[in-house]
């Protein structure tokens, strides 16, 4: 089963930057996609920016130009440049990999990592 391990939350002032990172590990097959989704108290958790294998992006639209997502696929590791961070970036962060066997498709997920934004 693959492990995914976050680091890289904390607390920042608006306007501050974080960088994510997620290392997978345990990796039997190729991990197709990887993202990071996010998930604020009260709220469904949602997509925040993903990256295949081919290193085609998907950004949640109050991200774009302000999240970057990069990943290296010899590394299986995932990372997210938060640049301009608001409050409203507040949430959980979770890593997302997904893993496609024989037309079945698998995801998994690490622990999350708290970002705060606050002055």
């Known amino acids: 089963q693959v492990q995914l391990v976050e680091s890289g939350g904390g607390l920042v002032q608006p306007g501050g930057s974080l960088r994510l990172s997620c290392a997978a590990s345990?990796?039997?097959?190729?991990?197709?996609?990887m993202g990071w989704y996010r998930q604020a108290p009260g709220k469904q958790r949602e997509l925040v920016a993903a990256i295949t294998t081919g290193g085609s992006t998907n950004y949640l639209d109050s991200v774009k130009g302000r999240f970057t997502i990069s990943r290296d696929n010899a590394k299986d590791t995932v990372w997210l440049q938060m640049n301009s961070l608001k409050p409203e970036d507040t949430a959980v962060y979770y890593c997302?990999?997904?893993?496609?066997?024989?037309?079945?498709?698998?995801?998994?997920w690490g622990q999350g990592t708290q970002v705060t934004v606050s002055s």
């Open positions: 997302n990999a997904v893993v496609v066997v024989l037309a079945k498709k698998y995801e998994y």
């Open positions: 345990r990796i039997i097959f190729s991990i197709n996609a």
